[in-house]
């Protein structure tokens, strides 16, 4: 389960070292992984959530330890990164309600990958 915030967040309990960050669109983002709900509680109801106005992306702890059963931990990680990724390039391309659309959202994560195989295929990613 993935979501969006659209309130505050203290952000100052959270390392900018271990952040990755990434250009969306023009835009800095910071990515936060293995985040635990103790640490943030948006994250007790989703997996993940993107932060449009702090522009954070933040992922939880994905272990089995903290109760996920996925099977493949590493995979789930990055299905859930690309979603929240997806949110923030629609945001920053100016389509807000679609950003915040997480049936579109989830369907482009999904299919993304795909499409992006078939242009490789086809020699038409550039």
């Known amino acids: 389960m993935e979501g969006i915030v659209t309130g505050s967040i ?5 390392s900018e070292n271990n952040a990755t960050k990434i250009n969306v669109l023009g835009t800095e983002y910071l990515i936060f992984k293995g985040i635990s709900a103790e640490e943030n509680e948006y994250l007790k ?20 330890e903290n109760g996920y059963e996925h099977g493949d931990l590493e995979y789930y990680e990055r299905k859930v990164l690309r979603h929240e990724i997806i949110h923030a390039f629609l945001h920053e391309s100016g389509l807000h309600d679609l950003a915040i659309d997480e049936k579109i959202v989830e369907w482009i994560a999904i299919q993304f990958p795909k499409i992006n195989q078939m242009f490789e295929e086809l020699e038409i990613q550039k």
Do not use: E, P, Q, S
Not at 10 to 14: A, C, E, H, L, V
Not at 45 to 64: E, P, Q, S
């Open 10 to 14: 203290d952000y100052t309990t959270f």
């Open 45 to 64: 109801d989703c997996d993940g959530y993107c932060d449009f106005y702090a522009r954070k992306i933040v992922l939880g702890n994905f272990t089995k």
